[in-house]
């Protein structure tokens, strides 16, 4: 078995449920909705959201925006922040963040997610489990961060996931503040 298989994201699941269910009902509590943008996470931040009942009370949607190509077309990624600074950066997660929150009119909170899970497609200045995550609050702050997360892609992505469900409920936080 590859460390890709459902059965191998199980356990990584079970450490996200709890986090991902206190979130969903805080969003719903203060009427927040969030949209998601991922990239290396490829939608596993809005399956943990989207896994309980009602969550569409909290969750407006997400998009996976793997490809360069689709950055730009789904989020409005600038061509020239990929090419001067690629899609593993902070601006291209203010970018994605910012775009999210354009095309997902009814969302107050958003999170951008782009990084190298692995094993391949580091560079000297951009290792493997190098994350970077941007988030976006209505009428506020854009902001972004990154992570440097160790072990296998899968552990990489859920450790992301993580971290993700983390800045959101930071940002929600500051909601109405």
Known sequence: MTDNTPQELMPEWAALSGPAAQLLADLRASGVRVITAESCT?????????????????????????????????????????????????????????GALRVATLATLSIAISGIAGPGGARPDKPVGLVWFGTALRGGQTRADSRIFTGSRASVRSQAVEHALSLLAQRLAEYGR
């Open 42 to 98: 490829g939608g596993l931040l809005a399956a943990a959201l989207t896994h309980f009942p009602g969550s569409s009370e909290g969750v407006e949607g997400g998009f996976v925006t793997y490809s360069n190509t689709m950055k730009q077309a789904v989020l409005g990624v600038q061509a020239q922040t990929l090419k001067h600074y690629g899609a593993v950066s902070c601006q291209t997660v203010h970018e994605m963040a910012e």
